[in-house]
């Protein structure tokens, strides 16, 4: 069974700090996407990830993945509150046909 | 564009029973799948479908069907519903199941008595 863990589980931070929160497999995937979801709403497609090594960048927001497809990250510099949400990986297992979501990580910005 | 439509947006069931959870597309996507999400948690596949006439278990099927006779419909089936079952259910669809964007729909809330 395939386990994407995201961490930190949950982070709350002031407004102007810098953060990063992680996804970790034992898996390869051949592409990885972030998500970010608010309250009573569906996911949103924040970026996806195709070649290891690969960094993009979304305004504040940057997101790699790691060199061998197991792994990525999100930074965010100088947090703003509406960064506020739940923030979801998730890794495409394309021999299996599937897309396989990771735990989340919440995230709170105190202004 | 009505994208991803999900019904009903709310439910409550007595244990036993069954019901349906429709979800339609109307982006003519070929990859569809139902996930459910617990509170303050993230997403778990429950059954996928990479086109009409296919589908496929995910994580956790057990205790829920799909059927997918259509390109546009992917319907949820709860075939005796129990109080584990109690989640927020989110219908998504993409062009293929490859690095294509996931549209998802606004999730249906479903309270197990």
């Known amino acids: 069974t395939q386990l994407l863990e995201q961490s930190p589980q949950f982070l709350s931070i002031q407004e102007g700090e810098n953060l990063t929160v992680y996804c970790n497999s034992s898996s390869v995937f051949s592409s990885l996407q972030w998500y970010r979801q608010e309250p009573g709403e569906g996911p949103v497609l924040l970026v996806t990830?195709?070649?290891?090594?690969e960094v993009k960048k979304l305004k504040r927001l940057t997101f790699q993945f790691g060199d061998a497809r197991k792994d990525s990250s999100l930074h965010i510099t100088a947090a703003q509150p509406g960064d506020t949400g739940l923030y979801l990986c998730?890794?495409?297992?394309?021999?299996?046909?599937?897309?396989?979501f990771g735990s989340g990580t919440r995230l709170s910005i105190r202004p | 564009n009505a994208g991803v439509t999900q019904t009903p947006k709310f439910q409550v069931l007595k244990t036993g029973q069954s019901m349906t959870l429709q979800c339609a597309q109307d982006m003519n996507h070929e990859y569809m799948s139902w996930y459910r999400q617990d509170p303050g948690m993230g997403l778990r596949l429950i059954h996928y479908s990479v086109g009409a006439g296919i589908t496929d278990q995910g994580e956790v099927p057990n205790g829920y069907n799909v059927s997918r006779s259509t390109t546009e419909d992917f319907p949820l089936r709860l075939l005796s519903a129990a109080p584990s079952q109690t989640s927020v259910y989110f219908c998504?669809?993409?062009?293929?199941?490859?690095?294509?964007?996931?549209?998802f729909g606004d999730g249906t809330r479903l309270s197990i008595l």
């Open positions: 998504a669809s993409s062009y293929r199941v490859d690095s294509s964007p996931q549209h």
């Open positions: 998730a890794g495409e297992n394309s021999s299996a046909s599937k897309i396989i």
């Open positions: 990830v195709v070649t290891g090594g």
